[in-house]
């Protein structure tokens, strides 16, 4: 993943900022996604939702990644979802 070497130089308060960043993103993606995919009565293209299901799965690959480099469990998150 090219995002690796941006966050090999950073110290770990860097990396819990990027973290916290990150996490926000991936909850707000997640729910528009949600959004998109359960609440409305539009058609839907399948290459545009196998897009934004990529998306959303390269985030949360990016956030485990960060989770990693800081030594916290994958369950960890500090955003209050709804």
């Known amino acids: ?6 966050y090999d130089n950073m110290d770990p308060s860097e990396l819990r ?6 996490q926000r993103l991936l909850a707000e993606m997640e729910e528009q996604l949600t959004f998109l995919l359960h609440s409305t ?8 939702r196998k897009k934004r299901v990529a998306e959303v799965d390269r985030q949360r690959a990016l956030v485990a990644m960060l989770l990693a480099k800081l030594g916290l469990p994958p369950t960890w998150n500090r955003c209050k979802r709804k």
């Open 1 to 6: 993943m090219p995002e690796d070497a941006e």
């Open 17 to 22: 900022v990027a973290l916290d960043e990150q």
């Open 41 to 48: 009565g539009h058609h839907i293209g399948g290459v545009y």
